[in-house]
């Protein structure tokens, strides 16, 4: 079993700050890519930011320059420094991971359960 735990939301004041943290635990060997997206109310969930074993990373246009996502691999965790944030940001957050666990022969997609984050003033 794997299991991807978020955790760092909250409510937030316009222009302000949050670290959110995705920890992957489990049946693990490798994680290839972690993500994050998100959903507003009324809204399609979208992905937020991107990034690979290697580090490479890919960012939806809405939070370029405002998002920054990096990820531990010796702790298989995964972070969203996330600064300026406006009431548009204002959403449920989940952490997303493709990895294969021992004895898996393809990889597989996780999901966690969410966090949520209000940037109202």
């Known amino acids: 079993q794997v299991q991807l735990v978020e955790s760092g939301g909250g409510l937030v004041q316009p222009g302000g700050s949050l670290r959110l943290s995705c920890a992957a635990s489990g049946n693990i060997f490798t994680i290839n890519y972690m993500a994050w997206y998100r959903q507003a109310p009324g809204k399609q969930r979208e992905m937020v930011a991107q990034?690979?074993?290697?580090?490479?990373?890919n960012y939806a246009d809405s939070v370029k320059g405002r998002f920054t996502i990096s990820r531990d691999n010796a702790v298989n965790t995964a972070y969203l420094q996330m600064n300026s944030l406006n009431p548009e940001d204002t959403a449920v957050y989940y952490c997303n991971a493709g990895l294969a666990g021992w004895h898996d022969q393809y990889e597989y997609d996780y999901w966690g359960q969410g966090t949520q984050v209000t940037v109202s003033s």
């Open positions: 990034i690979s074993f290697g580090g490479s990373v």
